[in-house]
């Protein structure tokens, strides 16, 4: 058992960060000190942190001005998921246990091991006097939870402040197998709708006096899960569009119902947009005596191919060897926020395998070889004209 990071510690400086964050229980929306602690780290390095705390949430902007052109963000959360019950975990979920070449605990992977690999590549670079862009930490502790007031906040103050980034990585946990295996460069939107479809309840006997409401949702339905999402752009899967929930009717089966409600969930890829799948949803429960209410969850994003993608891949190549994956697959990310505000994205972080898991771990290895990935990019970072 070995937790301890002072000098006599045998571990990477990212595996010693690591542990300290780990320590610091920041269960969303709680930042447990965690972000303090990493002004403590950066503040020696010349970075300034800018508080944007907003609604009970702990945001940070840490930004050291560079030697060469260009500025390059690192876009990353220090809240995790609740625990589950502590005693099924291996080692106490906050003691950060490290054993037998492997780091225990909550937010290991997702992702206080990506925020600890990312401040030592800094501390490294700074530490040789080698010459690095701008570098900007962007860092919420609102990521797990709605997301309301962390992220997209701080992009709003640093888009009225002028200082957006030019790229960013941002350091969930991106690979399968092996760090560098896969990053992503997009996600796919979200839009969930509510279709309400409404008649007059009445006798099944009589039903020349009322309006079945689910005879009114049937069809409408149907028509819903026959629309054509068109081809999908590059490198994402077909937008999916899955009816999730029925519910109508009393329990009796001699009443007609009234209404009927319906819960839609449309995952969908950048050739489509937010406008265009209201107007087929509209469009396909026309005829109907129909309330629809959107809610556009997250918007599509994808960085096209292109030298930051490039650079990215070139320094996985380098450190490890890997031909990188280009994915867009997983759920939704804060990469939405940033890639909408025109910035360059690329996740890149440790393996995803024990995320949000009882047990999570991460092995001390990836955190190293993910330390100079980082390094390297950002050492060879370079603003595109
Ligand atoms: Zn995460």
């Known amino acids: 058992?070995?937790?301890?990071?002072?000098?006599?510690?045998?571990?990477?400086?990212?595996?010693?960060?690591?542990?300290?964050?780990?320590?610091?229980?920041?269960?969303?929306p709680e930042d447990g000190g965690c972000q303090n602690y990493i002004k403590t780290l950066l503040s020696p390095l010349g970075f300034v942190r800018t508080s944007v705390d907003t609604g009970g949430i702990t945001n940070s902007i840490y930004t050291r001005i560079g030697e060469l052109n260009g500025t390059l963000a690192f876009a990353g959360h220090?809240?995790?998921?609740?625990?589950?019950?502590?005693?099924?975990?291996?080692h106490p979920p906050f003691a950060a246990v490290i054993d037998d070449g492997v780091l225990h605990g909550r937010g290991a992977q997702d992702m206080k091991g990506g925020v600890a690999c990312w401040i030592a590549?800094?501390?490294?670079?700074?530490?040789?006097?080698?010459?690095?862009?701008?570098?900007?930490?962007?860092?919420?502790?609102?990521?797990?939870?709605d997301s309301i007031d962390g992220t997209i906040r701080i992009l709003e103050y640093m888009q009225s402040d002028g200082t957006l980034p030019d790229a960013a990585i941002i350091g969930e946990p991106s690979c399968a197998k092996l760090v560098g295996d896969t990053i992503r460069r997009g996600r796919r939107?979200?839009?969930?709708?509510?279709?309400?479809?409404?008649?007059?309840q009445g006798h099944s006997a009589y039903p020349q006096d009322a309006d079945n409401a689910i005879h009114r949702a049937a069809p409408a339905l149907a028509r819903v899960a026959a629309i054509e999402w068109g081809e999908p752009a590059l490198g994402f899967p077909?937008?999916?569009?899955?009816?999730?929930?029925?519910?109508?009717?009393?329990?009796?089966?001699?009443?007609?119902?009234?209404?009927?409600?319906?819960?839609?969930?449309?995952?969908?890829?950048?050739?489509?947009?937010?406008d265009e799948i209201k107007a087929a949803i509209e469009a396909a429960c026309e005829d109907s005596e129909t309330t629809l209410d959107f809610d556009h969850v997250a918007i599509a994003f994808s960085t096209p191919d292109g030298p930051f993608l490039d650079q990215v891949c070139a320094s996985i190549k380098k450190v490890t060897g890997i031909e990188t994956v280009r994915d867009t697959g997983g759920g939704t990310s804060d990469g939405r926020f940033l890639a909408a505000a025109g910035i360059a994205v690329a996740e890149l972080g440790t393996t995803n395998s024990t995320i949000h898991q009882i047990g999570e771990q991460v092995a001390i290895a990836e955190l190293d070889i993910l330390t100079k990935i980082y390094s390297d990019i950002i050492e060879n970072f370079e603003v595109q004209a």
Not at 189 to 200: E, Y
């Open 1 to 28: 058992m070995q937790s301890d990071s002072s000098t006599t510690s045998p571990f990477s400086i990212a595996t010693n960060i690591a542990v300290k964050l780990i320590q610091r229980e920041s269960v969303t």
């Open 78 to 90: 220090t809240d995790v998921v609740p625990t589950g019950p502590a005693e099924l975990w291996p």
């Open 121 to 145: 590549a800094v501390a490294g670079l700074c530490g040789e006097y080698t010459p690095i862009p701008t570098i900007q930490m962007l860092i919420t502790s609102d990521e797990e939870g």
């Open 189 to 200: 939107g979200v839009v969930q709708v509510r279709a309400t479809f409404h008649g007059k």
């Open 238 to 274: 077909a937008t999916s569009c899955q009816i999730t929930n029925v519910n109508g009717g009393t329990g009796a089966t001699n009443v007609i119902p009234g209404s009927c409600e319906a819960l839609i969930d449309i995952r969908y890829n950048p050739g489509n947009d937010f």
